[in-house]
């Protein structure tokens, strides 16, 4: 809480419609978030989390149970993923549906994976693919959707 308390105080300060909490990979981390917002009672906020898979954050905890945790706090007004792979994100849709009414934000990588040891996104981008797959998602019952690590290749001068 006091490394991100003196962050949300200064976003809590702008004109922005909405804070998005990005790429949360605990769940101490999004209770501190939340609990954090109640200081600024008219800013509203998303959590999205990083995932392992479908049903764990990157800290193992229980995406379910977090999403179920959340949703008492009427400050969050949408939660979901984002920053993971595209083959992920229609059951965790589905599984964010069965415990919220919460408006689902999803904006997965193209495709690709970060590779620690390379310090880059490796693997084949799914740009042929991502427009089907987001019709895909809304259909599944995200509202809030779009790409993290879209990369378009340049064409070839």
Known sequence: MDFHQPRLAVLANT???????ETIPSFIEAQA???LLIEFPTRTA????????ANYISDG???SEIIKWLDDFAQIV???VNCTRSN???????IIRQVTCKPIVVYPNA???YSMSEKRW???AEHDRFGHLTQQWFHDGAQIIGGCSLLIPSPNP
């Open 78 to 80: 949408a939660v979901g």
């Open 111 to 113: 495709g690709e994976q």
């Open 61 to 63: 905890n229980l995406l």
């Open 88 to 94: 992920y994100i229609s059951d965790v849709i589905k």
């Open 33 to 35: 978030l939340a609990n």
């Open 46 to 53: 998303w959590l999205s989390f990083s995932v392992r898979d």
């Open 122 to 124: 490796v693997g084949k």
């Open 15 to 21: 004109e922005a419609d909405m804070i998005a909490f």
